[in-house]
């Protein structure tokens, strides 16, 4: 028969086996393009257009404010077209379970001062995206389902143009949770997009928004 001891001995191993496993499984990706090219495009990322408008352009840029070093990656491109949605996908990533996560400013936009995350990526006209936007000072959760949104979460909260700010989006299977400024803002659960898929950056209209330090964390990575 074993001893309490040895059995709490054997409960402390199976925990630490199982600290250790989840470690290894789990990936991590940091993005600040401090090294990249100002006025060309990011590398490993490629762009598309959910709905109408002309055509998107995330190039880098200078930015002395930025979170880290002097560089950024920017939706430049200020196309009024209200059912426009420029689309940056990372290509080095795809996962199910993930959290993403990125530095934004709203620089300018007349229609929309829109920032998002995009996770569940199939292709340009189906994934999930949480997004905030300082005209409208709320932070909204969607999905995509062949070009079509629709809203599934949402909570008012105050986002200043000029600012850095930090948005997070984390899915675990059906669950989704979303942090403003290292708020939680939005917690809903959703069964559209089921599957791994990539991740990204998003805009809407003719927002011109700044993103840095973009950061990818999974345990089911490919």
Known sequence: MKT?????????????????????????????????????PP???SVALTGGGGPVAWVIKDD?????????????????????????IYEQRTAK???????????AGRVDQAAGL??????????????????????????????????FAGANVQVSSGDWHRLKLAVQGTHFKVFFDEKLVLEATDATFKDAGKVGLWTKADSVTYFDDLLIMSHDTR
């Not at 930025?66 to 420029?86: E, I, M, Y």
């Not at 379970?97 to 620089?107: G, I, N, S, Y």
Request: proline share 3%; net charge positive; hydrophobic share 40%.
């Open 43 to 45: 590398a490993d990322f």
């Open 118 to 151: 995009v996770a569940r990526f199939k292709d340009k006209d189906n994934y999930y995206i949480t997004r905030a936007n300082a005209l409208e000072n709320n932070v909204r959760l969607y999905k995509v389902v062949k070009g079509e949104r629709t809203q």
């Open 97 to 107: 379970d993930v959290e993403v996560a990125v530095q934004f400013k709203a620089v």
């Open 64 to 88: 002395p404010t930025a979170p880290s070093g002097s560089k950024v990656l920017a939706q430049t491109s200020a196309d009024k077209t209200n059912n426009r949605f420029p689309l940056c």
């Open 4 to 40: 309490r001891k040895t059995r709490s001995a054997g409960v402390l191993l199976f925990a630490a086996v199982l600290t250790l496993a989840l470690s290894a499984s789990a990936e991590e990706t940091r993005l600040n393009f401090d090294t990249a090219t100002v006025d060309t």
